[in-house]
């Protein structure tokens, strides 16, 4: 019974590179979440999607960041042309259904994001 | 603007006595709550939750207990135990949103 996977677990990338964080929700959820958790901060909504629709994206900055949940295969979020302020910690949460009201979202281990 | 708000950032607490872990939020249209504890290197994992239905959950030695006048919810553990110590971040949604928000956590030690 496979919890929500991410990986990598821990990325590296210099300024100015792309970051590609992959996102696999538990078995029978639909619907992902990313959240990004600054240091010394709360975690922080990015971006709800369903499979191949983007639902709520008030999170995410406007510019170098966009994600997707295609109809086969894991979440992706993607930072292009990265900069030192992306360096964070990104989550990925699923549930079965909307995620407010009495569902629950389920966490992955996250991934670390260092810009060099 | 944080609609979700963990005023105290640690709490240190002797095993066996009680932990009380307190959250405040702002938008009355909030109707579902939860508590996620994290470890280090690790994500969220869910503890316990509560809808806005009712002013007191209990699971085990869990037991979040909501005040919807003042706006406040509050997680207390006992007997609380050296494994409980971690981050626990508290979080609230509205039926009419799609998101969870977080408040800052609250790190709680337990001393054996």
């Known amino acids: 019974n496979a919890g929500v996977m991410q990986n990598p677990r821990h990325l590296v990338r210099r300024r100015g590179q792309e970051a590609r964080l992959r996102c696999s929700p538990m078995?029978?959820?639909?619907?992902v979440y990313w959240y990004r958790q600054l240091p010394e901060e709360g975690l922080k909504f990015m971006v709800y999607?369903?499979?191949?629709?983007?639902?709520?994206e008030s999170g995410m900055p406007k510019e170098r960041f966009s994600a997707e949940f295609p109809k086969e295969g894991p979440s992706i979020l993607r930072i292009q042309q990265v900069v030192r302020g992306d360096s964070a910690a990104y989550f990925c949460?699923?549930?079965?259904?909307?995620?407010?009201?009495?569902?629950?979202?389920?966490f992955g281990p996250g991934t670390r994001l260092t810009v060099l | 603007d944080q609609q979700v708000k963990q005023n105290s950032p640690s709490l240190s607490v002797q095993e066996g006595r009680i932990s009380i872990l307190n959250c405040d939020y702002t938008?009355?249209?909030?109707?579902?709550f939860l508590w996620y504890k994290k470890y280090p290197a690790e994500g969220p994992t869910f503890l316990i939750s509560?809808?806005?239905?009712?002013d007191k959950n209990e699971d085990g030695r869990f037991t979040v207990f909501l005040n919807k006048s003042a706006k406040h919810l509050s997680l207390h553990i006992v007997p609380s135990q050296p494994g409980d110590s971690a981050v626990y971040f508290c979080?609230?949604?509205?039926?009419?949103?799609?998101?969870?928000?977080f408040g800052t956590g609250t790190s709680l030690t337990v001393i054996p």
């Open positions: 979080a609230a949604s509205a039926n009419t949103g799609n998101q969870f928000y």
């Open positions: 949460a699923s549930s079965q259904r909307r995620g407010s009201g009495t569902d629950t979202q389920y």
């Open positions: 938008n009355s249209m909030f109707d579902y």
């Open positions: 509560i809808s806005s239905i009712k």
């Open positions: 078995k029978g959820h639909s619907h």
């Open positions: 999607l369903q499979k191949e629709n983007i639902i709520d």
